[in-house]
């Protein structure tokens, strides 16, 4: 475990549902990440929290909000998704912002039906 | 042209082979580079961490950055079957705002055969 958690591991939803994602990590880190990982293409950042702040979106459309209530939590809201957002949702987190070490937690296998 | 390519693969290779991946790059103001490895239903992991030109070795892993091809590869030696995984190379530069932004290639899928 690298003490990044995300919940669930597995998520199949609907088009017009709305559910989260959850990530916490125990390691102290102040900067988190969402990416998505899609098949045959790098990983693409989605959203950046520094200190609880947002300091970079991505141009990621608005049915994905996140939120980051403190250092330690940061989740994902979906809503109206499309089929192809599915993927997996991977966050991580870093001492800083300007430390390049990031660390993975499992992801989110997301399908949108 | 993408800021960073990286070979898909699938690489085969026998049991104890010498495996070289590559990822070339761009963006002359990479600074930071990162290989990843990456199991089935897994995050990707730190393996190897180098800043600038020159080599650094972790046991059987050497990652090895050439700035001024803009080519860098991780070599392993020795390879076993859990080495069976996909690597990602990844690499940053610092923003004029501060911080730092990972730029991740597609990742090479490796199998290591018995």
């Known amino acids: 475990e690298t003490g990044v958690t995300q919940t669930p591991r597995h998520l199949v939803m609907g088009m017009t549902n709305k559910k989260s994602l959850k990530c916490e990590q125990h390691l102290g880190h102040n900067a988190m990440y969402w990416y998505k990982q899609s098949a045959k293409k790098p990983l693409e950042l989605m959203f950046v929290?520094?200190?609880?702040?947002?300091?970079e979106n991505n141009s990621v459309p608005s049915r994905f909000s996140p939120e980051c209530p403190n250092s330690s939590h940061l989740f994902l809201h979906l809503h109206t998704l499309q089929p192809e957002d599915s993927a997996l949702y991977l966050c991580?987190?870093?001492?800083?912002?300007?430390?390049?070490?990031?660390?993975f937690g499992q992801g989110t296998r997301l399908t949108v039906v | 042209q993408k800021e960073v390519e990286q070979d898909p693969g699938p690489l085969s290779v026998p049991e104890g082979a010498i495996v070289s991946l590559n990822c070339t790059y761009s963006?002359?103001?990479?600074?930071?580079f990162m290989w990843y490895r990456q199991y089935s239903r897994k995050g990707p992991e730190l393996l190897m961490y180098t800043y600038s030109s020159g080599n650094k070795e972790d046991g059987r892993f050497t990652a090895q950055v050439d700035k001024s091809s803009k080519y860098i590869s991780l070599f392993i030696r020795d390879s076993q079957p859990s080495d069976s995984a996909t690597y990602l190379c990844?690499?940053?530069?610092?923003?004029?705002?501060?911080?730092?932004?990972?730029?991740f290639g597609t990742g090479t899928q490796l199998k290591v055969e018995l």
């Open positions: 929290y520094n200190f609880k702040e947002q300091t």
């Open positions: 991580a987190s870093s001492i800083g912002q300007a430390n390049t070490e990031a660390f």
């Open positions: 990844a690499m940053s530069a610092n923003l004029t705002g501060g911080g730092n932004k990972l730029t």
């Open positions: 963006n002359s103001a990479f600074q930071y």
